[in-house]
């Protein structure tokens, strides 16, 4: 059992916020009494997922299905921009190296626990192995630029004092992924966990406490039993006796081959091929972008081959095309990184 820091009180409340299951625009909060004595101050978990996968069923426009749930930001102001101006508090974005992966550098005074952030998947992994019937699941991969985004969400709630899933400048769980990670293309999810005194010296049972924490609350462990996801990221950052966990997960239905620009010239091509996941699985066919401000596509769909950027200036999301395996004559739309489109004049 993990050990309480000298001086912390017991509470007695456990309070659990479930994930969002799939709900458009809305949250579906739980929030059981669970007695709690003899521990650390009781953590607070909460959970998102994104149903930003839909099918076209070869509608003109391609848009057939699509809806303002498929964005975080559709609450955000009107506007061209999709996300909000990044005030001067906020944590600097990482830097982007070459193999499209952000890296993290916890900010002062904050360090990561990685021996837990290890545990974390491994006990993840082993839930999804004895879950989902026989066999179980398939254990969900690590992707460093996951990995990244959720070490920042950390770090974040530590460094702005926030607890939820949209930070202050209004970016969702879709919104910061999509600027940290500039080659993934799929949907994504988030598990957050917040702790005060827990010993942060004994890895593996500090990992059970939020492993078995996200288990017990239904929307959390949706997330981590989601069949469809295929990639993790953990990230678990302190600070004196705060500590806040992160799973990022996502559903990857490709990988860019090319590093995407987070600044593109109106009127500019760029590469957009991606190399899709499973091997074999039906590539890219179309791209457009979108505005989550605007809950629309500002461009047309066009051959991904093309790589044409003919928006107007402003912040968008990248949404590619896939063909359905199901549904003759239909697309699987995913969204990709954000794009800012600069004019060209």
Known sequence: ??????????????????????????????????????????????????????????????????????????????????????????????????????????????????????LILEKTNQARGTNGGAGGLPALLVDPGLQTTARVQSDDMLVRGFFDHVNPDGLAPGDRIAIMHRRLVGAVG??????????????????????????????????????????????????????????????????????????????????LSVAAIPDGAPEAEKFDLWSSSRGRAVSNPQPVGAGLIDAPPGTYKLRLYFRSTTLPGASTIYFGPQINVESGS
Not at 59 to 77: N, Q, T
Not at 241 to 265: C, K, W, Y
């Open 1 to 118: 059992m993990i050990s309480k820091k000298a001086g912390v009180s017991d509470r007695p409340l456990l309070m659990l916020l479930a994930a969002t299951l799939l709900v458009p625009l809305g949250y579906l909060l739980l929030w059981p009494a669970v007695s709690s004595l003899g521990a650390a101050r009781p953590p607070v978990t909460s959970g998102f997922a994104r149903p930003s996968v839909s099918e076209a069923g070869g509608a003109a426009d391609g848009l057939a299905g699509m809806s303002r749930s498929d964005s975080e930001s559709a609450d955000l102001p009107d506007g061209d921009a999709g996300v909000r101006p990044t005030p001067p508090t906020a944590l600097p974005t990482p830097a982007i190296v070459a193999d499209g992966s952000a890296v993290a550098t916890p900010p002062l005074g904050v360090k990561y626990l990685d021996a837990v952030e290890r």
């Open 190 to 271: 988030e598990n957050i966990w917040s702790g005060t005194g827990y010993s942060v010296d004994d890895a593996e049972a500090l990992a059970t406490l939020i492993v078995d924490g996200w288990m017990k609350s239904a929307g959390h462990r949706a997330n981590i039993l989601r069949p469809s996801y295929t990639h993790l990221g953990v990230g678990v950052s302190v600070r004196g006796d705060e500590i806040r966990a992160t799973q990022n997960f996502a559903e990857v239905r490709g990988f860019l081959r090319a590093l995407l620009p987070s600044n593109v010239v109106q009127g500019g091509r760029i590469d």
